[in-house]
């Protein structure tokens, strides 16, 4: 485990920061959190062949559109079209080939990766819990954060009353990757831990997807009301998830086919 470590330490990152990248500062300035894509091409490097820039087949091929400061948008399309890849290059886990992304009007690499992700909050498709307390994984979205907030977080997430029911509450050990809870609590636990980080710009990978119906609905109106000034990307394939989302972007083969809401989208056929 030793060795595993400091061959970890010794990893060089891929890209690192520009010298004169900047803090980012969303609430500095109007427009902080729009995002843009334009024209981004995209291919995962082949471990092995990183060194020569080998690329596997592209991904993204001409990625573009925008989403606008305090806007709920919604990625659709076929499974492995792409949809993660997006959230991935926002995170700043790779960056594009060719185009941009830009935040606030900003390319993004322009901009210091730690500030970047300190402004955004993830709820991914597989959340990483840690074999801790439940309540010490929600409070990881924001250490600094009270113990009022983190039940605050998690009553909005529908998994308080859960957790009160569980013997030992919030002290509640999850066990080795989160097995003692089960797939949806483990989802809920994401999203107070997303909530708890109160990012102005929050990505969703399938949210609800291991949920039942109506906390389905009674989750997305909480983030509704908790996101009134977040901009937010979630991807989802049920229609009850992005039914309400401001716009819907349809994806086709790493480009954006159709975009519009629900009915527009209806309406098109
Ligand atoms: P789903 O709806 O199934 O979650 P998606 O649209 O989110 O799919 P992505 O996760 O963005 O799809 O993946 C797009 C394509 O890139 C897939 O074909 C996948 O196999 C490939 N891919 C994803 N991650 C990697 C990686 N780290 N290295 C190489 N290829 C990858």
């Known amino acids: ?117 300190k402004s955004i909050a993830v709820v991914p498709q597989d959340t990483p819990l840690f074999n801790d307390t439940i309540g010490y994984n929600i409070h990881y979205g924001d250490l600094s954060a009270s113990f009022d907030e ?13 957790i009160m029911s569980f013997p030992d509450g919030y002290d509640t050990v999850v066990g080795e990757r989160g097995l003692k809870v089960s797939g949806g609590e483990k989802q809920r636990v994401a999203l107070a831990r997303a909530i708890l980080k109160k990012a102005p710009i929050m990505l ?11 906390t389905e609905a009674d989750i997305m109106a909480n983030l509704k009301e908790v996101g009134r000034d977040t901009t937010t990307i979630i991807i989802a394939h049920r229609l009850s998830t992005i039914q309400d989302a401001d716009e819907i972007i349809v994806l086709h083969e790493g480009k954006v086919v159709e975009r519009g809401t629900h009915w527009e989208l209806l309406a098109q056929g």
Do not use: W
Not at 151 to 160: G, S
Not at 204 to 214: A, G, I, N, Q
């Open 204 to 214: 969703c990978d399938e949210p609800t997807s291991s949920l039942d119906s109506h």
């Open 150 to 162: 983190v039940v605050e977080a998690a009553k909005k997430a529908h998994i308080h009353d859960t």
């Open 1 to 117: 485990d030793m060795e595993a470590m400091f061959s970890l330490r010794d990893t060089k990152p891929a890209f690192t920061d520009r010298e004169s990248a900047m803090e980012y500062k969303p609430e500095a300035m109007k427009g902080g959190t729009d995002i843009t894509f334009h024209d981004v091409e995209f291919a995962y490097p082949v471990p092995d062949a990183q060194a020569d820039k080998q690329k596997t087949r592209p991904i993204l091929r001409g990625m573009s559109f925008n989403v606008k400061e305090g806007t709920t948008v919604a990625f659709v399309g076929a499974s492995g079209c792409g949809k993660s890849t997006i959230l991935r290059l926002l995170y700043r886990f790779y960056e594009p080939d060719a185009g941009g992304v830009n935040l606030g009007g900003t390319d993004i690499r322009d901009l210091t990766a730690e500030s970047v992700r």
